[in-house]
């Protein structure tokens, strides 16, 4: 209350103006039956002039170029990104002026969701320099994003970090979230963010898309995504009406996967996704002409959905192991990347192990993982001997390449570490492992 107002006011006044005060803020605080509603999906998240669902993508040289995507209602308005260099914005930048080519126009395409018409743009920013840090942003000449600021990757092998997170799929919003955050805390500089698959549930449903993209935010928009498909992501049996316009992946693939089945080479690393949905065969021939291609020492890392070794009861994928395990074992894979069973489990180089028979299913020394950060949990599988299970837990994982050193980092939700390996790679490609499991026990709910 106004000071000078309680002074004027005869001390009755005042007692009666607290009294009454009082009682709004007890009505207020009441368990009394209110008349609330759920907010309509279709207002949450529905497109306006403003841009929104902005992200980052690589579907060219990380070094040189970028791809930012972004979404706007169906306006006849045009869309542009203006960018520039970070270290050149000295001075009143209220008052920055941009050269005309600092302004690109975007391409766009009408998009039709359950929740109506909307349009999404891509830039393919290019002709960037290496290891740069950039500001952009985005809109139609008077509705802007704010500006984002991302840095491109080295051209040469340098250390660096990533992100990997298993299936989100349920709860997004309200569980999700706050792993994909805790994450950005653990490793605030990561390179990119990957998801191994089924990134919503309902994969034509633009509200959950709406959730996925309000969870992950601004993050989005700085570090860029790196996806690859799940079943979720096939709803109906084919590819999500969603995922070819809203990120833009390489398109290196065989024909007619392009942007599900791709590969990047990031600072050293070169990174593969498979799409474990589909084709698999025609796909473990180009898989294994685009690792023919890496020196032995380099690192090589592939993501699929489906996992080779399940960790969840009843759901093991023979078939995707016949297929893809050979080729695996022949061009020395580092570490495969995995979702699907909404559980956690991590072989070591010497593993798994059959526990019925004893034989080793991991003659190349590769490491598989699968993790979940979802809030959607499965029984663990007893079929493997493997070096850590764990169920019932959201998890984000951390993994730093160094050099001939890769450093592996499972965590909770709350930061605890869970889990923890480091490989070292000889210049025969061939790998030792160092295992650094916390001292405390498994998790299984």
């Known amino acids: 209350?106004?000071?000078?107002?309680?002074?004027?006011?005869?001390?009755?006044?005042?007692?009666?103006?607290?009294?009454?005060?009082?009682?709004?803020?007890?009505?207020?605080?009441?368990?009394?039956?209110?008349?609330?509603?759920?907010?309509?999906?279709?207002?949450?998240?529905?497109?306006?002039?403003?841009?929104?669902?902005?992200?980052?993508?690589?579907?060219?040289d990380p070094a040189r170029s970028v791809d930012v995507t972004w979404r706007t209602n169906v306006t006849g308005a045009p869309?542009?990104?203006?960018?520039?260099?970070?270290?050149?914005l000295v001075g009143d930048l209220r008052k920055l002026e941009?050269?005309?080519?600092?302004?690109?126009?975007?391409t766009t395409e009408m998009f039709h969701s359950d929740l109506g018409l909307c349009r999404i743009h891509t830039v393919h920013l290019a002709g960037l320099e290496p290891a740069t840090?950039?500001?952009?942003?985005?809109?139609?000449?008077?509705?802007?994003?704010?500006?984002?600021?991302?840095?491109?990757?080295?051209?040469?092998?340098?250390p660096f970090s990533f992100i990997y997170l298993g299936d989100g799929q349920n709860a997004i919003r309200s569980w999700w979230s706050h792993v994909?955050?805790?994450?950005?805390?653990?490793?605030?500089?990561?390179a990119f963010v990957l998801h191994a698959g089924d990134l919503v549930n309902g994969a034509n449903n633009d509200a959950e898309w709406g959730e996925w993209f309000e969870a992950g935010?601004?993050?989005?928009?700085?570090?860029?995504?790196?996806?690859?498909?799940?079943?979720?992501?096939?709803?109906?049996?084919?590819?999500?009406r969603h995922w070819?316009?809203?990120?833009?992946?390489p398109t290196n693939g065989p024909k007619g996967l392009e942007e599900t089945t791709y590969w990047f080479d990031y600072q050293g690393v070169r990174i593969v996704s498979v799409n474990s949905y589909e084709r698999l065969e025609e796909q473990a021939v180009w898989l294994d002409r685009i690792l023919s291609k890496c020196p032995a020492s380099q690192w090589k890392i592939v993501t699929l959905h489906y996992p080779l070794f399940s960790a969840a009861k009843g759901r093991d994928n023979p078939q995707l192991r016949k297929i893809l395990q050979p080729v695996f074992v022949r061009h020395h894979v580092d570490?495969?990347?995995?979702?699907?069973?909404?559980?956690?489990?991590?072989?070591?180089?010497?593993?798994?192990?059959?526990?019925?028979?004893?034989?080793?299913?991991?003659?190349?020394?590769?490491?598989?993982?699968?993790?979940?950060?979802?809030?959607?949990?499965?029984?663990?599988?007893?079929?493997?001997?493997?070096?850590?299970?764990?169920?019932?837990?959201?998890?984000?994982?951390?993994?730093?390449?160094?050099?001939?050193?890769?450093?592996?980092?499972?965590?909770?939700?709350?930061?605890?570490l869970y889990d923890a390996f480091t490989l070292t790679k000889n210049e025969d490609g061939h790998t030792q492992i160092m295992e650094r499991i916390p001292d405390r026990p498994e998790i299984r709910h």
């Open 1 to 60: 209350m106004n000071r000078s107002l309680s002074r004027r006011l005869p001390f009755t006044g005042y007692a009666i103006l607290l009294a009454v005060s009082w009682l709004l803020t007890i009505a207020c605080a009441s368990d009394a039956p209110i008349d609330t509603k759920p907010y309509p999906v279709e207002q949450q998240y529905m497109a306006t002039p403003m841009p929104d669902r902005i992200i980052l993508t690589m579907s060219g």
């Open 79 to 88: 869309a542009f990104l203006e960018w520039v260099q970070s270290d050149t």
């Open 98 to 106: 941009l050269e005309p080519s600092h302004r690109l126009p975007a």
């Open 133 to 158: 840090k950039y500001v952009y942003r985005v809109g139609d000449g008077v509705n802007w994003s704010e500006w984002f600021q991302f840095g491109t990757a080295h051209d040469r092998p340098a």
């Open 180 to 190: 994909v955050r805790q994450a950005h805390q653990e490793a605030p500089r990561a």
């Open 217 to 240: 935010g601004w993050l989005n928009a700085m570090a860029p995504v790196v996806a690859t498909p799940g079943n979720h992501d096939h709803p109906d049996g084919s590819l999500c």
């Open 244 to 249: 070819r316009p809203q990120f833009a992946f």
């Open 335 to 416: 570490l495969v990347l995995q979702g699907h069973d909404h559980a956690y489990a991590r072989t070591g180089l010497g593993g798994p192990h059959n526990v019925a028979d004893g034989v080793n299913l991991n003659q190349g020394g590769t490491v598989y993982v699968v993790s979940v950060s979802g809030a959607k949990m499965y029984e663990a599988n007893e079929t493997w001997n493997v070096s850590r299970v764990g169920t019932g837990i959201q998890l984000y994982q951390v993994i730093h390449i160094d050099g001939n050193r890769l450093e592996y980092e499972s965590r909770r939700a709350t930061g605890e």
